[in-house]
């Protein structure tokens, strides 16, 4: 087998373009596709702990702790700790984000179109349940 027909390959490639596409949605912003995605989780439940946001997302707590930092640091978000429990911080968006959260999700939706511009509606429902399978 080629590379070019290697699915390792392959899957690096889309991720790659998929990935560079969002980055010039998101360039105005200031944000990264991995501070998008976790302003989305909050958006869907707010007041998560980061532990929470890792396992939705399937991201490491490094990495979930380093960017919520950057996002506090940009008045995304805002890390209250827990009435019930002093020990846990909560997680909540900031009037930034959610003045903004509507424009983000736009800016993705069109990213996902124009990513998948050429494919029918079947063959992104096949593609879409293909990479769920996959994680």
């Known amino acids: 087998m080629s590379y070019a027909d290697c699915i390792v390959f392959l899957l690096a490639k889309a991720y790659q373009k998929s990935q560079n596409h969002l980055k010039v949605k998101l360039k105005p912003y200031g944000l990264t596709a991995v501070q998008a995605l976790i302003l989305e989780a909050l958006i869907e439940e707010d007041g998560l702990t980061a532990g929470e946001i890792g396992k939705r997302l399937v991201l490491d707590n490094a990495t979930v702790s380093g960017v919520l930092d950057r996002l506090a640091d940009g008045r995304w978000i805002v890390k209250q700790t827990d009435a019930g429990d002093k020990r846990v911080l909560r997680v909540n968006l900031a009037f930034r984000a959610t003045s903004a959260i509507k424009d983000l999700i736009r800016e993705r939706d069109k990213a996902n179109d ?9 063959e992104r429902i096949v593609l879409k349940r293909l990479l769920k399978d996959l994680r």
């Open 114 to 122: 124009e990513i998948l511009e050429g494919f029918s509606m079947e």
